[in-house]
């Protein structure tokens, strides 16, 4: 493997959407290592609330959550409108399934893509649909694809690229959405891909998972024809909340903050699989699932080893752009 020097990419992510939609909620579930119960302590964001958030070696975060009350709303399209505006990578707007004025929301949404369309015409923009959890499963459907649809007729020159998600902080729904729109930022995919996938070969694995370490969002992953007929197509984002819940844990335990590393790896061994979880680098882990058998287990280790050298120039060679 011959390390390829990849640039730091910054990227202005903005969080907006009304007050109470649960906005700073998600935020601190994702990057805060929050557990759903815990957030309703949390008050109403204040204006602009700024966090830099590095995303493996290369990818910094700038994220800026909005105050979602109207006179700040009314600020950031008048005199905040460029400075808020500018140099946007990515517009992630929140929806309350549960608004009593809808048509009010999609209002403010649609005056806020106006402004992006001028100032940042090159973002990408997810809308999130959230609190779905206090819609009846039976109508759960049905309400977010009326929703999608009102979405991207208020879209404007974003029509066409508007993704949108339905999401609750109660189920894995939250991770898949948040995991999807980092993995769209990440630079140089091809390169990690191609490492990741000789690693997969190299210890037979049946799948194999790159997690960013903070937030454990899957990051890319490689499966094997026999890791392909796993039925559960939500497993990335199930392992993320069980993974962020067993940390939290360990920190309740441990008395160490949320954010440490806690654990370097455990490993879980049985008559049908083997499957092991290790730190690759200082901001990821690698999950491996692969057969069972005491040599399989210690070969593979062996690997991540070797790889974590290679994975490692990766990070630090961009790192380097934070000097």
Known sequence: MNPTKLKEQKQKVLLMGKSGSGKSSMRNIIFSNYVAKDVRRLGA??????????????????????????????????????????????????????????????????????????????????????????????????????????????????????????????????????????????PNLEVIEDYLSQLAEAIQAEEVILFERTTFLTVMSHTSDIGRRNPYADRYERLSNIIKTFKHSLANFTTSSTSSHQFHDFHIQTTRFNLIIDKLTNNTFVLAVLPPGDAELNCTRINIATAREEFTKLDTTASRGDR
């Open 45 to 186: 964001t204040i204006d602009v609330e700024h966090s830099r958030v590095k995303f493996l070696g290369n990818l910094v975060l700038n994220l800026w959550d909005c105050g979602g009350q109207d006179a700040f709303t009314e600020n950031y399209l008048t005199s905040q409108k460029s400075y808020v505006f500018a140099e946007v990578g990515v517009l992630i707007y929140v929806f309350d399934i549960e608004s009593q004025d809808f048509e009010r929301d999609l209002a403010t949404y649609n005056a806020i893509i106006e402004a992006l369309e001028e100032y940042s015409p090159q973002a990408h923009v997810f809308c999130l649909v959230h609190k779905m959890d206090l819609v009846h499963v039976t109508f759960r459907d049905t309400a977010f694809e009326e929703r999608q649809a009102a979405i991207r007729q208020k879209s404007g020159g974003f029509a066409k690229i508007v993704i949108s998600y339905a999401t609750t902080i109660w189920d894995q729904s939250l991770y898949r959405a948040w995991g999807n729109i980092v993995h769209s930022l990440i």
